[in-house]
């Protein structure tokens, strides 16, 4: 087996001009021209395209939401290579043997910080459920802040009068787009007409709106749930929340219903998948109560450390780590799967035998499952880290 020592993630920093903000940017302490500016509304931490560097400080690289594959990296002259690269050389070596048994040869775990809010309705298939082109996409949230979603619809028998809804507004928001490229609309003005018809009979009618504590778990990985993130006065920042999922394009597995008025700048719509989103989502009335995603955690305390249990399905496990000062033990062990760390808001430095890895606040840290077990020692008297492996 190869010997890869730990290393840096290059995070990727993603502009969504329509639900992002300054979060991300002001978490991780950059002031570099190319984001500071920028709503910034996801930040890739973990992905199969990720970059890895030993080196720092640590860099980041930016992309615009329609140009992932072709990012712009803040220092072009620090080394860095792809995380599959690494893979290649030795998949159990990197990924570890539970990886291997389920067949990957490359990260199938996506994750992601976001700062989001006025998100289209969305559902993702239930996984063993695939139709079309579609795959599931199992995914967690964990709410950094407090925020706002909608889980499940609030009454499954309307859903038909629920669907003839979303085809009416994106009937009339393809109308207005029309008119908007023709030159007979300004976008100002089809943006107001398009919020005017819908705000007639808004489709958040149909659904369960719940605002989310500062620490809520939610779990969605089993699929089929109607899911958005709303916005609202009490939450100006939207909804901070760090992002577990299964790594697979959203035009494969996200569906859409209704993408909250939305119309681009050069008077263009999102397409939608009215159709399908109706055919993924689970009616069961259980299924669609919000109380059925909402996680609870219990705090397990090991050594000089609390330990929460936020995400543990079949597809990857989230813990909570809260270190008093240093810890090495049984949650800090690497020998089948890889360790993804992250630093909510304290520093910390990581060391495995003569070698030590400081990491800042906001930044994230990839422990090769060959490493075995390493230590965590707080920047300070504590520190706490978000831990994912499977």
């Not at 002259?77 to 048994?101: M, N, R």
């Not at 992601?112 to 006025?118: E, S």
């Not at 029309?178 to 705000?199: K, M």
């Not at 003569?354 to 994230?364: C, H, L, N, Q, Y």
């Amino acid at each position: 087996m190869s010997v890869i020592q730990p290393t840096y993630i290059i995070p990727l920093l993603v502009e969504q001009p329509t639900w992002g903000g300054n979060y991300i940017v002001t978490q991780k302490q950059l002031t570099s021209p190319l984001v500071v500016d920028k709503k910034i509304g996801q930040s890739f931490e973990l992905f199969g395209g990720s970059w890895v560097t030993s080196t720092s400080p640590i860099t980041f690289a930016y992309a615009t939401a329609t140009e992932i594959q072709h990012p712009i990296f803040a220092d072009e002259t620090q080394s860095k290579e792809t995380l599959q690269s690494w893979i290649e050389q030795d998949p159990q070596a990197v990924l570890g043997s539970k990886a291997i048994q389920r067949g990957w040869q490359s990260m199938q775990v996506l994750i992601k910080f976001t700062q989001a809010q006025n998100n289209s309705y969305q559902v993702h298939v239930k996984p063993d459920k695939e139709f079309g082109k579609w795959l599931p996409k199992p995914e967690s949230w964990y709410f950094v802040e407090k925020g706002k979603a909608t889980l499940g619809l609030a009454d499954v028998t309307k859903s038909e009068e629920y669907k003839k809804r979303c085809l009416e507004i994106d009937q009339h928001a393809h109308h207005l787009s029309e008119l908007v490229q023709a030159g007979q609309l300004t976008v100002d003005a089809a943006r107001q007409q398009l919020n005017t018809f819908i705000n007639q009979d808004h489709p958040r009618r149909f659904v369960n709106t719940v605002s989310i504590e500062k620490g809520a778990i939610i779990d969605l990985s089993q699929g089929g749930t109607h899911h958005s993130w709303e916005m609202g006065d009490d939450i100006p920042e939207g909804n901070i929340v760090y992002e577990v999922q299964v790594d697979v394009q959203d035009e494969f597995c996200t569906l859409r219903s209704f993408d909250q008025g939305n119309i681009k700048s050069d008077g263009s719509v999102r397409p939608l998948t009215i159709e399908d989103y109706f055919q993924a989502l689970d009616l069961t009335p259980d299924s669609n109560t919000p109380s059925q995603f909402l996680q609870k955690s219990e705090e397990k305390y090991d050594q000089t450390a609390t330990v929460q249990t936020l995400f543990e399905n079949q597809f990857y496990v989230t813990e909570l780590l809260t270190v008093k000062k240093s810890y090495t033990g049984k949650y800090t062990e690497t020998q089948e799967s890889f360790h993804h760390l992250y630093s909510l808001m304290d520093s910390f430095t990581v060391t495995v035998g003569e070698k030590s890895w400081f990491v800042p606040a906001g930044w994230s840290f990839f422990i090769p499952a060959n490493v075995g077990r390493y230590q965590v020692l707080a920047d300070g008297e504590d520190c706490q880290i978000l831990i994912t492996h499977l």
